[in-house]
């Protein structure tokens, strides 16, 4: 829509996974080397986590890239939420390994016969596991046991494990020990910092076709893009994207910080839900509700007291009752 406008070929902040829009921090550079190296000599277990919207699955997706072109043949679980048995199938079924009616141990069996197969003609196989901070503790002991598919040189199949950084706190725990122990390289990936976050914008203006010479965004608004998404990159995209956008909607050649400012406001940014308070204010609403029930009920007695002045009073109602209160 913006794009004509702009003077762009392609929409500079898809958030979908494009290798070709990869901006390379030192972070990045070096959790790609850490990946591409673990694999390709064949350490065994590599561990990526870093914080929702930091570019993991980008960085993925331009490891395996590379990969593709090395003769590594990839299994990739992106669904956590699997019985040890669903996952053991799953990998088999990404391998075109035959997978149905086989048992756990069948399908092990057969994973080690094809593995091999692939090792005496000098091939690498990977197991890729993205979202693995939300596996169970039985399938994670289940990639731990894949570990010991290997020869008395290397192993046989290299895992690329993926997650946020409760992933960590999973692997750090007494549980997965075992596990922790056959990690050969671990790296994390942090939010961009201003510096980054400024030239985060101009690659992926320029990779878009932007004029050589055209702000697009003001050195202003790329601050607030900053403040409100924090140099998480996910984030970065949505607000410059609505930012795009509304600034097309607007005919301003260049985005401004106020432009920034309304698309944060829009997309609630900085908003937070605290359930704590929410508790808080329902008891008060609900102690306001019933001091108004205990105001009408005062009201009204009062009135029925003027008309029947022999009625008994509240107080002495409520005191006839007061074994049940």
């Known amino acids: 829509m913006y794009k004509s406008f702009y003077k762009l070929r392609l929409n500079p902040f898809e958030i979908t996974p494009d290798p070709s829009f990869m901006f390379p921090t030192t972070r990045h550079n070096e959790a790609l080397a850490a990946l ?15 914080e929702v919207g930091t570019g993991k699955t980008l960085l993925l997706r331009a490891v395996l890239q590379f990969l593709g072109r090395c003769d590594v043949e990839f299994a990739f679980v992106f669904n956590p939420s699997l019985s040890p048995l669903e996952f053991m199938r799953y990998i088999a079924g990404d391998f075109r390994l035959p997978f149905e009616d086989k048992s756990k141990d069948q399908l092990i069996q057969s994973l080690n016969t ?40 290397q192993k046989l199949l290299q895992i690329i494990l993926v997650g946020q950084p409760e992933l960590d706190e ?22 961009l910092s201003f510096e980054e976050t400024e030239k985060y914008i101009e690659r992926r203006l320029q990779v878009a076709g932007a004029p050589a010479k055209a702000e697009m965004f003001s050195a202003a608004a790329v601050s607030r893009v900053f403040r409100h998404s924090q140099g ?39 908003v937070v839900s605290d359930g704590s308070k929410k508790n808080s204010a329902a008891k008060e609403h609900d102690l306001n509700d019933l001091l108004r029930a205990m105001r009408t009920l005062l009201e009204l007695h009062e009135r029925t007291q003027e008309e029947n002045p022999k009625e008994p009073s509240l107080l002495q109602r409520l005191s006839e009752h007061e074994p049940y209160i």
């Open 114 to 153: 094809f593995l091999l197969a692939r090792h005496k003609k000098n091939q690498t196989t990977l197991l890729v596991v993205d979202e693995a901070h939300h596996l169970s503790a039985e399938v994670l002991e289940e990639v731990r046991l894949l570990t010991n598919l290997e020869t008395s040189q």
């Open 36 to 50: 591409y190296y673990g694999v390709t000599s064949r350490k065994g277990m590599v561990v990526l986590t870093g």
């Open 170 to 191: 999973m692997l750090d725990s007494h549980e997965l020990r075992q596990l922790k122990q056959r990690i050969a390289l671990r790296c994390h990936l942090d939010p």
């Open 232 to 270: 998480i990159p996910r984030l970065i995209n949505t607000v410059c994207e609505n930012a795009l956008l509304s600034g097309y909607a607007k005919r301003a050649k260049t985005i401004t910080p106020e432009i920034v400012d309304e698309v944060a406001a829009d997309m609630r940014l900085g």
